[in-house]
């Protein structure tokens, strides 16, 4: 691993922006050596149409496997509904070496370090935003993005220089941005907001369908 702040699409996994995640990090490698411990890239087709924006790893999800919602409750739903709308080629099997690859979405995080309590500080929301910065503007192929829970709604609209009053979070939520892709919300697909049925699987379903009508015709 390297420790070289390199501002692309994707952090180095020994990223060191963040001192709190860089010592919660080195903790969980003493705990859980066998995970993959580190700044969790983004997963998908390299030219997508649609983005789609979580908050941060979870510790035993993509925190040990290194891609995107895989080996977690949030991952199960989220990948069956790309494979129920055609956004994905394979079978998602919670490993990353299932081969289940993307097609025409790519999967990306507001932070990309897993953070204690699953709860990144603003300040580390902020720092972190360098990346998916580099991934919304340097992507021009993208059309529609879905921002899945406040974190992630509200790390698009500051990179994209969008004031938060003018486009308040809400599930299913449409915001129209000036010349730029379309953001589509949704409650985050994690096990609290499924199992308290905030958000149902129909739900869910009902945003993605929203986000095909910005699919670019071939």
Not at 137 to 150: D, H, Q, V
Not at 155 to 182: D, E, N, Q, W
Not at 187 to 198: K, V
Request: aromatic share 8%; net charge positive.
């Amino acid at each position: 691993m390297t420790t070289d702040i390199v501002i692309g699409r994707n952090p180095a996994p020994d990223c060191p922006l963040c001192p709190r995640l860089v010592a919660f990090r080195e903790r969980n490698r003493q705990l859980f050596p066998s995970y993959f411990n580190g700044a969790v890239p983004g997963f998908g087709d390299d030219a997508p149409w649609l983005l789609i924006v979580g908050l941060a790893p979870g510790l035993h999800g993509a925190n040990r496997t290194g891609r995107p919602f895989t080996g977690d409750y949030a991952g199960d739903l989220l990948y069956e509904t790309l494979d129920a709308f055609g956004l994905s080629r394979g079978t998602y099997a919670k490993e990353p070496d299932d081969g289940l690859a993307l097609v025409g979405c790519r999967i990306s995080n507001a932070v990309h370090c897993v953070p204690p309590e699953n709860k990144p500080t603003p300040a580390e929301a902020n720092t972190c935003r360098v990346f998916l910065n580099h991934e919304i503007r340097n992507t021009p192929s993208i059309t529609a993005m879905i921002a899945l829970g406040t974190i992630a709604h509200n790390a698009v609209l500051s990179i994209l220089g969008m004031k938060k009053s003018a486009y308040p979070f809400g599930h299913g939520r449409v915001h129209p941005l000036p010349g730029l892709p379309t953001l589509i919300d949704s409650y985050h697909c994690s096990r609290y907001n499924t199992n308290t049925r905030r958000l149902t699987p129909e739900m869910f379903h009902d945003v993605f369908r929203t986000a095909m009508t910005f699919k670019p015709e071939k």
